[in-house]
T-cell receptor
Framework: ELKVEQNPLFLSMQEGKNYTIYCNYSTTSDRLYWYRQDPGKSLESLFV?????AVKQEGRLMASLDTKARLSTLHITAAVHDLSATYFC????????????FGSGTQLTVLP | GAVVSQHPSRVICKSGTSVKIECRSLDFQATTMFWYRQFPKQSLMLMAT?????????EQGVEKDKFLINHASLTLSTLTVTSAHPEDSSFYIC??????????FGQGTRLTVV
């Protein structure tokens, strides 16, 4: 059974600071997703990481994947209030790229 | 990315009644659709996987007679919550994909059973 552990669960940070969210998973996978969810809304796709060593960046967010360590990180640089949301990582089983197991989510609050 | 439309976005129903939620892929044909449930402050939990033209596969602990899934065409899957009770109140999200694409998520449906 694939298990996905995400931490921290809650993150409160000040604007301008940097922080990293971690996502560990238990079985072999080569496809990892990061999503953003605003209150009352569905998921917004942020990144798809497909191979070991993959790194993707969009604005103040950067995601990386280490398949050997079964670890992905989402790094936030110089946080701004608009980044406040819940962030989920999700992992797909091999040969089942579309069925996802989600981490518990990280509720990020960026304080002025 | 591809567009998946979910309807309704919000629904309130009385306890004991049934509610149908639709999930449509608007610009592609979805061979597989997934239904997730999300309780407040929690993550998404997969309920079932539906493939067009065949019976849905339910995750352990999900009652297939209570959560009826129909995937009659390549662009439409429906989830019917039968004899709804307050504990069924949740946020239901569908996703859709083809055989070689990632899954795209609908907008979600907030179900409140009173």
């Amino acid at each position: 059974e694939l298990k996905v552990e995400q931490n921290p669960l809650f993150l409160s940070m000040q604007e301008g600071k940097n922080y990293t969210i971690y996502c560990n998973y238990s079985t072999t996978s080569d496809r990892l997703y990061w999503y953003r969810q605003d209150p009352g809304k569905s998921l917004e796709s942020l990144f798809v990481l497909l191979s070991n060593g993959a790194v993707k960046q969009e604005g103040r967010l950067m995601a990386s994947l280490d398949t050997k360590a079964r670890l992905s990180t989402l790094h936030i640089t110089a946080a701004v209030h608009d980044l406040s949301a819940t962030y989920f990582c999700a992992v797909a089983l091999l040969r089942s790229a579309r069925q996802l197991t989600f981490g518990s989510g990280t509720q990020l609050t960026v304080l002025p | 990315g591809a567009v998946v439309s979910q309807h309704p976005s919000r629904v309130i129903c009385k306890s004991g009644t049934s509610v149908k939620i639709e999930c449509r892929s608007l610009d592609f044909q979805a061979t597989t659709m997934f239904w997730y449930r999300q309780f407040p402050k929690q993550s998404l939990m997969l309920m079932a996987t539906s493939n067009e033209g065949s019976k849905a596969t339910y995750e352990q602990g999900v009652e297939k007679d209570k959560f009826l899934i129909n995937h009659a065409s390549l662009t439409l899957s429906t989830l019917t919550v039968t004899s709804a009770h307050p504990e069924d109140s949740s946020f239901y999200i569908c996703s859709a994909s083809t055989s070689n694409t990632e899954a795209f998520f609908g907008q979600g449906t907030r179900l409140t059973v009173v």
